[in-house]
């Protein structure tokens, strides 16, 4: 079985969700049964923290409590609030043709820079500019606006360091140079300046050792790469469309010396191969998009160095592959759009994000995303391996399962990188919906999540199984005031790991195709190794899921707080237990306390074969409380069983553990 196959099954985690923040109820003094009693003598009903937050809500600062998902105020500019934990960009609802371009905000396409008046149009010319202009009937062309240049090489080779050259509207067919010394090349406007290279050398325009260059408000085109920029700082492109490449569109590299460059308002579109890539370089991208390139559409490695890359404000759509990757480097990610990235030929990927380890150098990224939307991607919303990463106010929906065979299609990927590189990552106020197959995956990582929300997880494509909310294998794992509801199979699940849940809520799970599965938590230990998880859950709340409420399998776990409530046999009948603690390979021991468990179908608490101790806990309604079974030759042991409290609707009744010949699950039937 392959560590992926191993995830058999998934977590969901729901409250209520109500308004974006409320402030935090007052905890009631003096404790019964179903509650804790904290330090400072207050009690804590089961299912709210102590923070008074109810399960599915996260504490701020402020002493509010914010329902999970992303806050209104954290969608980026460009983006509005969906009320219910999500983001959507403002943009057109068609795709804008080719050459034109609408930013993050608008809602009509237009062009790129506007063209002006002839023939200079907007250019801001000054003392000294150097004209061009192909349609020039000078008879001795001298670079003066009587007589401009024929041709932009010809202006570059004649032009002082740093002066403008002002490129009237025209066909340019050149491939151009600009090195050793900077100028500034500025186009009317990027629909009627087209710069169009030849095969006769590897770029239509080369920036070479030629620092605080600038290209604004033209068109480039050519059989092979557009733009390289190489061994030159400070360069500017600002208001270009670089398209149909048979190359890559852009190439920032570190192959010649430091390179640094700053790309705005830029559109990059329809390259035969990567979009855009960086090698080793610092680069800052503002109010551009990327997009149907045929490869990769935003390509970030280390090469001789770490690349610094910064995406804000930015749109990359509709490429193949995957949609931005970042390698061993530095980045920040930020209020952009990641939306319909294709597969590839071979009809692999389709990823949206990938951001990981350098695959050669080893060189872990460190990398920051916030206020992102990731939607309708192939394969994989968001992916994560080697490195630290900060993720905040991000929204992955909609993910496609794999054309190839109708696997995947998951929001989110923890994982090793190349080397074995470990990877952890703070996740925060952000959203996972309407994904398949898993909607989180965690896989030998450390993860911190905070105000989850993880919701609408379906079966997988190709067969009808799976449908994990969160899937941990040999994870360390935090989760806290987070929510996961109708996930189908298992809303959370834990293998060989380690978990602590606090303030959690999951609710409303479903089966999966072959009417098995609907748990809310199920640990166990891993298939292949045998080795057993740990999982501590508290002042959460768990309700309405069928077969299992937490089904846990050779742990060490402890539970407070919690309240496990109206759990239902599955939709193929069977079982309807809130709570099942099962020793299936070794000895099992769960201690639960201060917890409310009531409307079970079947058990309230099911034992089979484990160390179970109860106390200051309130089972109401269940058809049975306290369940005990031999299994696999191991006796059941209830410690504390008399401390509790058991009835239903107010009519008590003494708590008996009783033994009604009960079964379990097989280890891997659900």
Not at 42 to 65: F, I, K, M, S
Request: hydrophobic fraction near 40%; charged fraction near 20%.
């Amino acid at each position: 079985m392959s560590l992926r196959q191993s995830l058999w099954l998934a977590l969901g985690v729901a409250a209520c969700r109500g308004d974006a923040e409320t402030t935090a109820p007052p905890i009631t003094e003096g404790c019964g049964y179903g509650a804790v009693v904290l330090e400072d003598g207050r009690c804590l009903p089961a299912g709210r923290q102590p923070n008074g937050c109810e399960a599915g809500e996260l504490a701020l600062d402020d002493g509010t409590c914010q329902a999970a998902g992303v806050p209104p105020s954290g969608c980026g500019n460009g983006f509005l609030s969906d009320d219910n934990g999500g983001c959507v960009a403002v943009h057109p609802s068609a795709p804008c043709p080719a050459g034109s371009v609408a930013l993050l905000g608008e809602r009509a396409c237009h062009a790129i820079v506007e063209c002006g008046v002839p023939p200079w149009g907007d250019i801001p010319v000054r003392a000294g500019t150097v004209y061009v202009d192909a349609n020039s009937s000078a008879i001795v062309p001298d670079g003066s606006e009587a007589n401009p240049w024929l041709t932009i090489q010809q202006a570059i080779n004649a032009a002082p360091r740093d002066a403008m050259i002002a490129i009237a509207a025209g066909s340019y067919a050149e491939d151009l140079v600009i090195e050793g010394k900077p100028v500034a090349l500025w186009g009317r406007c990027p629909e009627l300046v087209d710069i169009r290279g030849s095969t006769a050398t590897f770029t239509t325009l080369l920036v070479e050792s030629a620092s605080g260059t600038e290209i604004h408000s033209v068109g480039v085109t050519g059989p092979r790469i557009g733009v390289l920029v190489t061994g030159a700082e400070d360069v500017i492109i600002d208001g270009t469309w670089i398209h149909h490449t048979g190359g890559r569109g852009l190439d920032i590299e570190n192959v010649q010396g430091p390179t640094s460059a700053r790309v705005t308002r830029t559109l990059i579109e329809s390259a035969q191969e990567f979009g855009f890539m960086v090698l080793g370089s610092d680069v800052e991208v503002e109010f551009s998009e990327v997009r149907s390139s045929n490869d990769l559409g935003i390509a970030v490695e280390d090469y001789n160095g770490r690349s610094r890359f910064k995406l804000v404000s930015s749109v990359v759509a509709e490429n193949r592959e995957i949609g931005a990757y970042i390698g061993g480097s530095d980045g920040i990610v930020e209020a952009s759009w990641v939306h319909d990235t294709k597969p590839s030929a071979e009809l692999a990927f389709g990823w949206g994000l990938a951001l990981e380890q350098g695959p050669v150098s080893g060189e872990l990224a460190n990398i920051s995303v916030k206020s992102v939307v990731a939607e309708r991607n192939g394969e994989l919303g968001v992916y994560l391996a080697g490195g630290a990463f900060d993720i905040e106010h991000v929204v992955v929906r909609d993910t496609v399962p794999s054309v190839r065979d109708g696997t995947a299609g998951w929001g989110m990927e923890l994982g090793l990188g190349y080397q074995d590189g470990p990877t952890t990552a703070a996740i925060r106020s952000s959203t996972v919906e309407r994904c398949h197959d898993q909607g989180i995956v965690v896989l030998d990582s450390k993860a911190d999540f905070a105000g989850l929300l993880v919701r609408d997880i379906s079966t997988r494509a190709a067969d009808g199984r799976y449908g994990v909310g969160i899937g941990s294998n040999l994870g360390q794992m935090t989760v806290q005031g987070s929510l996961i509801e109708r996930a189908h199979m298992v809303g959370f699940l834990l293998t060989a790991g380690e978990a602590t849940l606090e303030g959690v809520a999951i609710r409303d799970m479903l089966p999966q195709k072959n009417e098995i599965g609907g748990m809310g938590i199920a640990s166990g230990p891993d298939p292949k190794t045998v080795q057993a998880s740990n999982i501590v859950v508290r002042w959460s709340r768990i309700e309405r899921c069928l077969g299992f409420g937490m089904l846990l399998r050779d742990p060490s776990a402890l539970v407070e707080g919690t309240a496990v409530t109206d759990t239902k046999s599955g939709a193929d009948g069977l079982f309807g237990d809130n709570v099942a603690v099962i020793s299936h390979y070794g000895p099992a021991a769960a201690a639960f306390s201060g917890m409310l468990i009531s409307g079970s179908e079947r058990a309230g608490i099911a034992n089979f074969g484990a160390n179970v101790s109860i106390e200051r806990t309130r089972l109401d309604c269940n058809s049975i409380d306290l369940d005990g079974e031999v299994y696999a030759e191991r006796a059941f042991a209830f410690e504390a069983a008399t401390d509790n409290d058991c009835g239903c609707h107010g009519v008590a009744h003494d708590c008996k553990v009783l033994s009604t010949s009960l079964t379990p699950p097989d280890p891997l039937d659900r």
